[in-house]
């Protein structure tokens, strides 16, 4: 690959650029923004060179461009030690249309009101749990919380030895251990190094699914369950065979990767923004309590423009693609910057600080609000993610008050790929 008529890139070494992606990336982001512009080269450690995009034309491009050649699968391959190989994250092509295809029922927006009840409940009774009148660091008990609504209304789990073993397995692992591996091994460490740790961590978790699942259809009356579970242990590739086990664990491990940490952290920093702005938290506990949700909806929606959980979304080129008026050639990785796109002034009035009622003014616009990507791999699980902080927030806001410790903002710290509230969104619940 000819790499001299990429765009123009931070005069850094490789090591000094890695080192600024994995420990300061927004800051990075932000100081290559300012000196280069809208598109710019990137290139790390164990990496293609990353062409990062923000412009809303050019990210339009990406998320309409041509699927054969701007391959999202093979831009999720680090996953692979985690999701495994059948998980639509790191699909392409005919794969990834059937794989969505079979996933898509379970998230459409006519389930999301048969999960209302389960995510209330254990909202409420989760809540319920949390030490009043002292300092406390809300993070690791939303981590909690979700890991608990995807059990019961993703796994279909209820009160039992597996749904206690699994959580515990769950709990000890996914919040633990691979967020100790660290960005390093994760994401630059060779691939022969990261599948054996993480995979060693994984096999009990796999023990306990694939015991349920074999139990599951022992058990029958699958059709009477509304869980994604069940849907998928019923579901049938185009060709009428249904799917593997190993096919429905890479699934379920997908859903709770990508929906468990990222909302237990969008739901964080939602409250991290609002304990600082008391006219913004009696708003919308008004709203709450007259049974209302357009502002808790604003929220959320600011909430994910400010501080994104995720970074950038990742293409890489099967083949040379002209991209904003720039020949790019084939083998580099295109990523758009949710980041810096959700950063715009010329598409966000005062674009860093937190103002839900822009969302209430104006719609949320497909390629400039992007915190779930875009195109034909937008998450599946957006509204998913998003009626579930809704009820969350509003359970919390309505059970409580939360007080910040602290008139200043917390930090953005890295844990493994996602941006979490540095002091761990710590409040005082009264």
């Known amino acids: 690959m000819t790499v001299d008529v990429l765009p123009p890139g931070p005069r850094l070494p490789i090591a000094a650029q890695s080192a600024a992606w994995t420990l300061r990336p927004w800051e990075f982001m932000d100081y290559c923004a300012a000196r280069l512009g809208d598109m710019f080269t990137l290139r790390l450690i164990g990496q293609e060179p990353w062409v990062m995009v923000s412009h809303p034309d050019v990210v339009k491009e990406v998320f309409t461009g041509p699927p054969e050649v701007l391959h999202a699968g093979e831009g999720n391959r680090i996953l692979l ?128 699914l694939y015991a349920e699942m074999a139990e599951r259809r022992r058990t029958g009356h699958l059709d009477e369950r509304g869980d994604v579970l069940s849907m998928l242990l019923q579901a049938r590739h185009g060709d009428g065979r249904p799917l593997a086990d190993v096919e429905i664990r890479d699934e379920l491990i997908t859903v709770l990767v990508a929906g468990h940490e990222t909302t237990a952290s969008a739901l964080a920093w939602a409250v991290e923004r609002l304990v600082r702005d008391p006219g913004y938290q009696a708003r919308l506990t008004d709203e709450i309590r007259a049974g209302g949700h357009e502002f808790v909806d604003a929220t959320v929606k600011e909430t994910l423009r400010l501080r994104p959980v995720l970074s950038l979304v990742a293409r890489q080129l099967k083949a040379p693609i002209e991209l904003g008026g720039v020949p790019l050639p084939a083998g580099v990785t295109v990523v758009p910057s949710i980041y810096l796109m959700h950063r715009r002034p010329d598409i966000y009035e005062d674009p860093t600080r937190f103002r839900p009622e822009r969302f209430l003014e104006q719609r949320a616009g497909t390629y400039t609000w992007i915190p779930f990507g875009g195109g034909v791999r937008r998450c599946l699980g957006a509204a998913f993610a998003e009626y579930e902080m809704r009820v969350v927030l509003s359970e919390l806001f309505t059970s409580c008050t939360p007080r910040h410790t602290s008139e200043k903002p917390e930090p953005s710290r890295r844990r493994a790929i996602t941006q979490v509230p540095g002091r761990g969104a710590t409040v005082v619940l009264g």
């Open 81 to 208: 030690p985690v999701v495994g190989a059948n998980s639509v994250l790191l699909l392409d092509d005919d794969a990834h249309r059937e794989q969505r295809r079979l996933l898509m029922p379970p998230f459409r927006g006519s389930h999301l009101a048969a999960y209302a009840d389960t995510m209330a409940a254990v909202a409420k009774d989760e809540i319920a749990k949390w030490p009043r009148g002292e300092p406390v660091r809300l993070h690791p008990l939303l981590q909690l919380l979700t890991l608990e609504i995807i059990l019961r209304a993703v796994f279909g789990l209820s009160e039992g030895a597996r749904l206690d073993a699994l959580r515990a397995e769950l709990v000890r692992t996914i919040t633990g251990v691979i967020a100790k591996i660290g960005q390093l091994t994760l994401v630059f460490g060779p691939q022969r190094v990261r599948e054996p740790v993480i995979g060693r961590y994984l096999r009990r978790i796999d023990r306990l």
